[in-house]
């Protein structure tokens, strides 16, 4: 007991040591005030106040945070929008001023929040009021692009930053909604006809082309054929006509008579009909006369049969 009361001193000074003792977690600084006047900042890690005289005012996150809003505004024509957003922000800087600033600038992150939600609020409010409800789902990111311009002084002066805003959602009263449905919906049936008729269109337009194009295949083959037919018909011509003279020139040579030189070539007329006649049918004549007049029609039927 004697030890115990000779000792005290030492206990005091223990308890007024670990008392004095302060533990700030990492991604924290810890605000210290004194008889409610800013004193200094500790940063993470183990720290000293002085036991009693100071005290943990606020300790703040340095960390990104992020906070998910609902609210309503009204368009130029009187349609009512609801957004969904999500905001993303953090303190400026970990510097002593800015601490300070954020440490004192509101009471309570509650209060934080509440200013916080009115100010993107109003600024998305004020940019839908001079647009039409047909013009908002086209502007997200314009409505995301004012709001930060406008928010991005006022957080700074409040020792944050804003790192993001984005806009989850975007919808109409009901009535608003399904008539949007059924002009999307008519639209779609608009196009699918028209995908439609356009694809008929091509069918037919590739239908008459191939169609075309066969025709005039067609047409340059008969041309072709007509003209291999003619350069037969001419070439037989040519050869009845040459061996003719040939078989005319040898008689004439031998000093046979001219009877005899047509006769000659009438039997050779006849014999070639008989071959390649294809059952057509001559009267024969015997004189000088009919013999010519035989060759011709033979000749004539030879050619025709050429052409063919």
């Known amino acids: 007991m004697e030890i115990l009361v000779s000792y005290w001193w030492l206990a005091l000074l223990l308890f007024v040591v670990f008392s004095g003792l302060v533990t700030v977690n990492q991604g924290t600084i810890a605000v210290v005030t004194m008889f409610g006047k800013y004193q200094r900042v500790l940063r993470a890690g183990l720290n000293f106040k002085i036991p009693v005289l100071e005290q943990i005012y606020k300790r703040i996150s340095v960390q990104n945070r992020s906070v998910e809003l609902e609210f309503q505004a009204v368009t130029i024509d009187q349609a009512n929008v609801y957004f969904k957003s999500m905001l993303l922000y953090s303190v400026q800087n970990e510097t002593e001023d800015t601490i300070k600033k954020v440490a004192f600038k509101f009471f309570s992150d509650k209060d934080l929040m509440q200013a916080l939600v009115r100010t993107i609020e109003g600024n998305i409010r004020s940019y839908v009021a001079t647009k ?6 086209g502007q997200r990111k314009e409505i995301v692009d004012y709001v930060k311009s406008e928010i991005d002084h006022t957080l700074e002066d409040w020792g944050y930053h804003l790192q993001d805003l984005q806009i989850n959602d975007i919808t109409f009263d009901q009535v608003i909604m399904e008539s949007m449905s059924k002009v999307v919906a008519s639209n779609n049936l608009k196009a699918a006809a028209e995908n439609e008729g356009q694809a008929l269109l091509i069918t037919k337009t590739k239908g008459a082309e191939a169609e075309g194009n066969a025709i005039k295949i067609s047409a340059e083959a008969e041309r072709e054929a007509a003209r291999l037919r003619g350069q037969g018909v001419a070439l037989f011509r040519q050869e009845v006509a040459k061996g003719m003279t040939e ?23 006849v014999k070639n009909f008989a071959e390649y006649g294809k059952g057509n049918i001559i009267f024969l004549d015997g004189s000088a006369d009919g013999m010519e007049k035989t060759m011709k029609q033979i000749q004539a039927l030879m050619v025709k049969q050429a052409g063919q």
């Open 247 to 269: 078989a005319a020139e040898q008689m004439k040579q031998a000093n046979l008579d001219t009877n005899v030189i047509l006769f000659s070539m009438w039997t050779e007329a």
């Open 132 to 137: 039409r409800q047909a013009e908002i789902l």
